[in-house]
């Protein structure tokens, strides 16, 4: 089974803390993803990657970033918290498409409060 | 550009009644869709996927989805509903070629009634 582990399910920060949250595979996939899950708006896309130290950005990558240093782990970075960004963090992760776009595999995600 | 609508941000029904979760899409190319099913403090599951082999679809945990192109339809449904399946259900567009973004609906809550 596709495992897609994420560091933590809860984090309190403070506003204008630097704060990492870790994403972790081990299937081999190539294409990692961020999103933010918030009440009534569904999953929005912050920030891609399909390969190691590439990204893309997704629909609201502002104030956030990320690294990918390694194949198997993509980092989101919140440059300065702010309490609009409390909210919870979805990482997914799936193979490149080939010939077809596959299923997303999820981590249980992150809830995060900006205090 | 491609879209998903989930009719409905809360539905309710009876356990062993049937279940029946609204999803339309819009798109210019033949789509890949999904549904995914997220529980209490969990990430989303993969219930089911769409890639253009059969029209219907059987997933896990006994739903299933029916493909109609004339109507941009990909609804979800199961016989009866169990206590268990109380959860919150995502439908999405996968990309289009050369393109990374899935396309998620803003989600259905269902509710089972004892």
């Known amino acids: 089974d596709v495992k897609v582990t994420q560091s933590s399910r809860y984090l309190v920060k403070r506003t204008g803390e630097k704060v990492f949250l870790e994403c972790v595979q081990d299937?081999?996939?190539?294409?990692m993803f961020w999103y933010r899950q918030d009440p009534g708006l569904g999953l929005r896309l912050i920030y891609f990657?399909?390969?190691?130290?590439?990204?893309e950005k997704g629909d609201i990558p502002e104030g956030y970033s990320v690294s990918r240093e390694k194949k198997e782990r993509f980092s989101l970075i919140l440059e300065s918290a702010s309490t609009n960004q409390t909210s919870m963090y979805l990482c997914?992760?799936?193979?490149?498409?080939?010939?077809?776009?596959?299923?997303?595999?999820f981590g249980d995600g992150t809830r995060l409060s900006i205090l | 550009a491609q879209s998903v609508t989930q009719l409905g941000s809360h539905v309710s029904v009876s356990e062993g009644a049937l279940v029946l979760l609204r999803c339309n899409y819009s798109?210019?190319?033949?789509?890949?869709l999904f549904w995914y099913v997220q529980y209490p403090n969990q990430g989303l599951q993969l219930l089911l996927k769409?890639?253009?082999?059969?029209?219907l679809v059987k997933g896990i945990n006994g739903f299933e989805a029916e493909f109609k192109k004339s109507e941009t339809s990909f609804h979800l449904t199961k016989p009866s509903a169990h206590m268990s399946d109380a959860a919150e259900y995502f439908c999405?567009?996968?990309?289009?070629?050369?393109?990374?973004?899935?396309?998620f609906g803003t989600g259905t809550r269902l509710k089972v009634l004892a």
């Open positions: 997914a992760s799936n193979h490149r498409d080939r010939g077809f776009p596959g299923p997303q595999h």
């Open positions: 299937m081999d996939h190539e294409n």
């Open positions: 990657s399909y390969d190691v130290k590439m990204k």
């Open positions: 798109s210019s190319v033949p789509p890949y």
């Open positions: 769409y890639t253009s082999a059969a029209t």
């Open positions: 999405a567009v996968g990309p289009t070629s050369g393109t990374y973004k899935y396309i």
